[in-house]
């Protein structure tokens, strides 16, 4: 239901990428996270408001690690569901890590051990900021030009990321101007809730409201079942 009702996106990557310091900041939540193998051994879900009314579930999942045993990969299959479950993944991975590479392989192999390497991605360089110079830095922008580069825990690049994930979660925005019988009480709920309104009025019959909707939100609210009309496409 909750994925039904949401966009939701997981944090996967290698142990001690700084995965849950990242669940932690961009939730407020209180999730322990430290310096050691397997420090989250559970999924934790959370709700993540990217503003203008936008608001997806963020999940934490299990660190990988290299060569992980196959009957622990079983018994991780359920924590690691969120990864298969979700409709984008963020890869989170230390650039400043020497054995980056190689824990970027290792990713990769355990995303297609659970069938879930075809989902939408976004990898990010996480501590950036413990890097020495730019060089290292360069070569990565050279290999995934689409690469996000961040901290954590400063807060660099952030704001950029929540960006992407909204234009996937949205799946692009439309400005609209919708007519709503007065009736359809949940779907003028479900335009305060999930649109950003620029103009409200109303006659004895209808509310008709200017927003800017992400075509996904517009699909969802059509999916619903409610009645109303678009009255004018803005540019």
């Given at each position: 239901?909750r ?6 996106v997981g ?5 001690n990428?700084g995965?849950s310091t990242?669940f932690?900041?961009l939730?407020s939540a209180?999730v ?11 999924t934790?879900?959370?709700k993540?408001a990217?503003?203008s ?10 660190g990988?690690v290299?060569?992980l ?5 079983a018994s991780f ?10 409709d984008?993944?963020?890869?989170v ?9 190689d824990?970027l392989?290792t ?7 659970i ?13 950036c900021?413990?890097l020495?110079?730019n ?10 030009p689409e690469?996000?580069?961040i901290s954590?825990l400063?807060g ?34 479900f335009?305060?809730?999930?649109a950003?309104?620029?103009e409200r009025?109303?006659d004895?019959t209808?509310?008709i ?8 939100q517009l699909?969802?609210?059509r ?11 803005n540019?």
């Amino acid at each position: 239901q909750r994925n039904a009702d949401f966009y939701t996106v997981g944090i996967v990557g290698y142990t001690n990428a700084g995965k849950s310091t990242m669940f932690n900041t961009l939730t407020s939540a209180k999730v322990y996270a430290d310096d050691k193998l397997f420090a989250t051994l559970d999924t934790r879900t959370r709700k993540w408001a990217l503003g203008s009314g936008d608001t997806v579930m963020l999940s934490d999942t299990v660190g990988f690690v290299r060569n992980l045993p196959h009957h622990l990969v079983a018994s991780f299959r359920a924590t690691l569901e969120e990864a298969v479950e979700s409709d984008l993944l963020l890869i989170v991975m230390d650039v400043s890590d020497p054995k980056v590479d190689d824990h970027l392989d290792t990713v990769h192999e355990v995303l297609k051990s659970i069938d879930a390497d075809d989902k939408p991605q976004l990898l990010l360089l996480n501590k950036c900021d413990l890097l020495r110079d730019n060089s290292e830095l360069l070569l990565w922008r050279n290999r995934y030009p689409e690469a996000l580069e961040i901290s954590a825990l400063t807060g660099v690049g952030l704001d950029q990321l929540v960006e992407e994930v909204r234009k996937h979660a949205t799946g692009g925005s439309e400005n609209l101007t919708l007519r709503i019988p007065l009736s359809e009480g949940k779907a003028i709920n479900f335009l305060e809730t999930r649109a950003t309104v620029h103009e409200r009025d109303y006659d004895t019959t209808c509310a008709i409201m200017t927003v800017t909707i992400g075509k996904r939100q517009l699909d969802q609210l059509r999916a619903t079942g409610a009645k109303f009309d678009i009255v004018d496409t803005n540019h």
